[in-house]
């Protein structure tokens, strides 16, 4: 039994006319008195008395419409519930830094406002780190910084924008005052102008940290480290206190600081990217919360986080 056709006879029940109910339904009076004559041969009983242009209820038609009312109903019931369903759960989301966690705090409350029975639950760590994750199904989607996308070949990945790779040094430093209209900076030069300076890195993992070891290699240069963290803000502090150097995305660079930004040559870029899990399949709530992600970043740069 179709539901469809329950809604035929309850509303020729309720018009007591063929035509009446046939414009109330959006279908032909014809295509209606086939279906009602149909069914009454089914049943092997009239449900409605004609008399003229007027259908009044038989007793078994009185049984009929009670119990498609009923049917009708437990229908919209089970739609409510399902609907209310979908307007509850959670998304998994795993990040790899803080421009992620930035992005996050912004867009959760907006979300959570709209859709208050939904959780955002996040998970932090490395790239490889959030792969597995997003490969066992322990993650739905994740925000991640990344050297390049070759990592992520078999997953669903939408690029937010690309962050420029930069040099911090205190504008106290010698190498600041001695080149005071410098602005970018070879692997060559750095490795060389820097070789007595403390260095704050990344952790090992990072995609800073992937771009540093890059550049220390190609130059086979070993830096003195003076800590190792992931923490940008914990770095950018001690650049600001002129104890060490360090390399930042362009997102962590807000101008009117005590700390000098340089370009390295060539420049590098690291991708800030998207990334759904294969076989997640979303309903219409997880969906408009990844089009907010998507959505969040202009083509070619992030904001500035200060």
């Not at 339904?25 to 014809?30: A, G, P």
């Not at 919209?76 to 509850?88: D, G, P, S, T, V």
Request: net charge neutral.
């Amino acid at each position: 039994m179709d539901v469809h056709y329950l809604h035929y006879i309850v509303t020729i029940a309720k018009k007591k006319n063929m035509t009446q109910a046939a414009n109330e339904l959006y279908v032909t009076q014809s295509t209606l008195s086939q279906y009602l004559s149909k069914l009454e041969a089914e049943l092997g009983t009239p449900l409605f008395y004609r008399h003229k242009n007027t259908f009044v209820l038989t007793p078994a038609g009185k049984l009929y419409v009670k119990a498609s009312e009923e049917v009708i109903q437990i229908q919209k019931r089970l739609y409510q519930n399902i609907n209310e369903l979908q307007q509850k759960g959670s998304i998994r989301i795993g990040v790899t830094s803080h421009f992620a966690l930035e992005m996050l705090a912004e867009l959760t409350p907006i979300f959570k406002s709209e859709y208050p029975d939904f959780t955002i639950e996040i998970t932090e760590g490395n790239p490889p780190t959030l792969k597995h994750l997003l490969s066992t199904e322990e993650l739905d989607c994740a925000i991640m910084a990344l050297p390049n996308t070759e990592l992520f070949q078999n997953e669903t990945l939408h690029i937010l924008g690309n962050e420029e790779i930069l040099l911090g040094v205190h504008k106290e430093h010698p190498f600041v005052k001695k080149y005071p209209n410098k602005i970018s900076i070879t692997p060559k030069e750095l490795c060389e102008k820097f070789k007595e300076e403390q260095f704050l890195l990344s952790k090992k993992g990072n995609t800073l940290r992937f771009f540093s070891d890059n550049i220390f290699r190609s130059q086979h240069f070993e830096p003195k480290i003076l800590l190792e963290t992931n923490s940008i803000h914990t770095i950018r502090s001690l650049v600001m206190k002129n104890l060490g150097v360090a390399f930042f995305a362009k997102t962590y660079c807000p101008p009117n600081t005590n700390i000098m930004y340089y370009s390295l040559s060539p420049k590098q870029f690291r991708v800030d990217t998207f990334i759904r899990r294969n076989n997640w399949i979303t309903n219409e709530i997880e969906e408009k919360f990844c089009e907010k992600i998507c959505s969040y970043y202009s083509d070619d740069m992030a904001p500035i986080i200060s």
